[in-house]
């Protein structure tokens, strides 16, 4: 099991997932429907319906999603339109094209990514790393 809390991030060899892709729907594949899944998925073709998982789902960079997303953690190279809702985080990696409704408690764009829509960061993430005393408690004074 992945530990997403322990500071994940793909630009790390060392902080990343020791999970393997169990599915690809690869370049050139069109699906149309509903996919359910646990662990990781890749998708690089067109798909449009919705996902739901509790694991990874990562949108290739050639990828075009036209979905409602509601996974555990999203990574996104490609081109996305719906909502997408998850638990732990979303990153976004240039040449990423977002266009939507977005929630998570953690949200990481880098640099070239396109984002039109709205984002709503959730607030379970950010307590556990709020330093005690600094999320307006009487204890911060």
């Known amino acids: 099991m992945i530990n997403w809390n322990e500071g994940f ?7 990343k997932p020791k999970e393997e892709i169990n ?4 370049w050139g594949t069109e699906f149309e429907g509903k996919l359910t899944f646990e ?3 890749r998708l690089d073709g067109k ?7 509790n694991g990874l789902l990562i949108i ?3 990828a075009l999603v036209q979905a409602e997303i509601q996974a555990g953690v999203v990574l996104i190279y ?6 997408i809702h998850a ?3 979303i990153e976004g990696y240039s040449p990423a094209k977002i266009y939507g409704d977005i929630r998570s408690p953690i949200l990481v764009f880098g640099e070239g990514v396109v984002f039109q829509g709205t984002s709503h960061m959730t607030g379970e993430a950010a307590k556990e790393a709020d330093p005690p005393g600094r999320n ?6």
């Open 136 to 141: 307006g408690s009487p204890e911060a004074f």
């Open 60 to 62: 290739g960079d050639k």
């Open 39 to 41: 662990g990781a998925v």
């Open 9 to 15: 991030c793909l630009s790390s060899k060392k902080n």
């Open 23 to 26: 599915t690809l729907l690869g």
């Open 47 to 53: 798909f449009t319906g919705k996902i739901q998982t």
């Open 87 to 89: 638990q732990t985080r």
């Open 78 to 83: 490609g081109e996305t339109h719906g909502s």
